[in-house]
């Protein structure tokens, strides 16, 4: 896995360095899964993607959703996103509507201390093109997109701490986008890879915070690809809102 990741990485840097646009962002996030039953919960996540100096959201994301735990390996998803993307060449927001469908499924090895996810996720993406009409920016059309994804991560234990119910661990993950289908938004077939590495603190396996360097490759079929260094802080919570049962 380590050394398909790498692989990929340097394919990407060197296969388009002569065309990249590289920048710097920093990108800040909460996932909550909130399980109301052992099979049955809900999703909430919202993330902030700003540029290198902390001046601007270049993107803000929200989603929410529903989850069903097939079994104790395999969960399912389904729900609507909300994106906010600035654009430069306006210097104003387009919206993006978005519903999205996923099977993630962990495995944990190694005595239990490592875990193996894989995720697979499809997009319905509606994409909002604006322009200048009038001498104001106005919304023109909504473009429609279907997208597929696929997560493949691992965290490696490091350490306990004294308490026995804290844990550090490394993470390790790569995620590349494709489009599908006749596409508005962006022709291209590959869209984007996101390359993380970081390191984890896990308490009671209910949160978890995470802080990362990710470098994220971006195609685009209309002008310059480009890659930004990304900074990542993620707060994670995995919480059970019924009584389980001894």
């Not at 390191?199 to 802080?211: Q, R, T």
Request: charged share 20%.
């Amino acid at each position: 896995m380590i050394k398909k990741c790498m692989v990929l990485l340097l394919f990407s840097v060197v296969g388009y360095a002569q065309e990249l646009r590289q920048d710097q962002a920093n990108w800040f996030a909460y996932v909550g899964s909130y399980n109301v039953s052992p099979k049955w919960g809900y999703h909430i996540e919202a993330q902030f993607r700003l540029n290198d100096e902390l001046s601007r959201n270049n993107q803000n994301l929200f989603r929410l959703g529903a989850l069903y735990n097939l079994n104790s390996k395999i969960t399912l998803k389904v729900g609507y996103g909300l994106i906010n993307t600035y654009q430069p060449s306006l210097n104003n927001y387009f919206n993006e509507d978005r519903i999205w469908e996923e099977l993630q499924f962990n495995h944990k090895w190694n005595s239990t201390k490592n875990m193996f996810n894989n995720r697979f996720r499809i997009e319905q993406r509606f994409v909002d093109k604006i322009a200048t009409v009038n001498g104001s920016v106005e919304k023109v059309a909504t473009n429609y997109q279907n997208r597929i994804r696929y997560l493949n991560r691992h965290t490696f234990h490091l350490m306990n701490f004294k308490s026995g119910n804290e844990e550090l661990y490394f993470v390790l993950q790569d995620e590349v986008f494709l489009n599908i289908g006749k596409n508005q938004v962006n022709t291209a077939f590959f869209d984007q890879n996101r390359f993380l590495v970081g390191v984890g603190f896990n308490y009671k396996n209910s949160i978890k915070f995470e802080v990362a360097y990710m470098n994220h490759l971006i195609n685009s079929a209309a002008s310059n690809d480009s890659m930004n260094h990304t900074f990542s802080l993620t707060l994670i919570q995995n919480l059970i809102l019924y009584k389980e049962q001894k």
